[in-house]
């Protein structure tokens, strides 16, 4: 069974910059495609960014484009986000998210591992 296990996040200021990792375990790392989602108070759950098994190739929401990098070390089972240029719009729970795609996915459907997630609050 996959394991997905969030870290990371907390408190930054506007303008700042935060990391959030996600270790992988119970299965073989580079069979995933892997992805970012978040959720703020109130609102559905939204996709932010996605990465193939390689770590080739990504994708990312046009509201964090620019600002957010995804990666992925398959020597060390872990997925990162690195955010940017932070707003107080980007607050909300951080989940990392295990697809058996290997491709990047976009889709929040085709997810079939979540973590427990992981707060990252933004103040201006």
């Known amino acids: 069974q996959v394991q997905l296990v969030e870290s990371g996040g907390g408190l930054a200021q506007a303008g700042g910059s935060l990391r959030v990792s996600c270790r992988f375990s119970?299965?073989?790392?580079?069979?995933?495609?892997m992805g970012w989602f978040r959720q703020a108070p109130g609102k559905e759950r939204e996709f932010v960014a996605a990465?193939?098994?390689?770590?080739?190739?990504?994708q990312y929401a046009d509201s964090v484009k620019g600002r957010f990098t995804i990666s992925r070390d398959n020597a060390k089972n872990t997925v990162d986000l690195q955010m940017s240029s932070l707003k107080p719009e980007d607050t909300a729970v951080y989940y990392c998210?295990?697809?058996?795609?290997?491709?990047?996915?976009?889709?929040?459907?085709?997810?079939?591992?979540w973590g427990q997630g992981t707060q990252v609050t933004v103040s201006s």
């Open positions: 998210a295990a697809t058996e795609y290997t491709i990047v996915i976009v889709s929040i459907e085709q997810y079939n591992y």
């Open positions: 119970g299965r073989t790392f580079i069979n995933y495609g």
């Open positions: 990465i193939n098994w390689s770590g080739i190739d990504t």
